[in-house]
Antibody, heavy 129, light 107 residues
């Protein structure tokens, strides 16, 4: 049973960098067919996708965060990380790491599955001086 | 970006009622849509993938249907444990996007 656990500071000062790590247990981040991803949930708002990384290091970022965002993966430690620079109060949210289960059907040349199937418990990050 | 519009934004129903939520996509997304349940203080949970496929271990009272731009999520017989916010999410193109959510409560 794969489990994900976010870790990082709960309070970050404005203009500084928010850094979180997601530790993966019960499975390997090196295994193909999965993306490793970050989602955030500001209070009173909906879910916002931040970005994702594949085991080979390829990344996709939300355009709204791309200029401030770095997602990396450490296969030796079986974890992946998020760095969001120049934070403001608008970055205050619960941050979730998750796994995207991805399956491409080579017979029909279509994506057969791409779903957030395993989630961490989430970590609250407040941006405040 | 593909916008997903959910309606209603909230609803209140009686135990045993059938509950229906709609999700409208701003462009054709085929069947590239998932549904999640999020209980207060908890992470979202995958219920339905590819618009209509029930995730393993999810009760059969949950279902989904749709293709193109219009999708529907249903709970056939609402249970007290179903109190949550439900989100649709598309994976037709990046960036991945979620609907605004529908909060389901018990009358």
């Amino acid at each position: 049973q794969v489990q994900l656990q976010e870790s990082g500071p709960g309070l970050v000062k404005p203009s500084q960098t928010l850094s979180l790590t997601c530790i993966v247990s019960g499975g390997s981040v090196s295994r193909g067919s999965y993306y490793w991803t970050w989602v955030r949930h500001p209070a009173g708002k909906g879910l916002e996708w931040i970005g994702r990384i594949y085991t080979n290091g390829n990344t996709n970022y939300s355009p709204s965060l791309k200029s401030r965002l770095t997602i990396s993966i450490d296969t030796s430690k079986n974890q992946f990380s998020l760095d969001l620079s120049s934070v403001t109060a608008a970055d205050t949210a619960v941050y979730y790491c998750a796994r995207i289960d991805y399956f491409y059907d080579t017979n029909s040349y279509t994506v057969a599955r791409e779903a957030f199937d395993v989630w961490g418990q989430g970590t609250m990050v407040t941006v405040s001086s | 970006d593909i916008q997903l519009t959910q309606s209603p934004s909230s609803l209140s129903a009686t135990v045993g009622d059938r509950v229906t939520i709609t999700c409208q996509a701003s462009q054709d997304i085929n069947n590239y849509l998932n549904w999640y349940q999020q209980k207060p203080g908890k992470a979202p949970k995958l219920l339905i993938y590819d618009a209509s496929n029930l995730e393993a271990g999810v009760p059969s009272r949950f279902s989904g249907i749709g293709s193109g731009t219009g999708f529907t999520f249903s709970i056939s017989s609402l249970q007290p444990d179903d109190v949550a916010t439900y989100y649709c999410q598309q994976f037709e193109s990046l960036p991945l996007t979620f609907g605004g959510g529908t909060k389901v409560e018990i009358k």
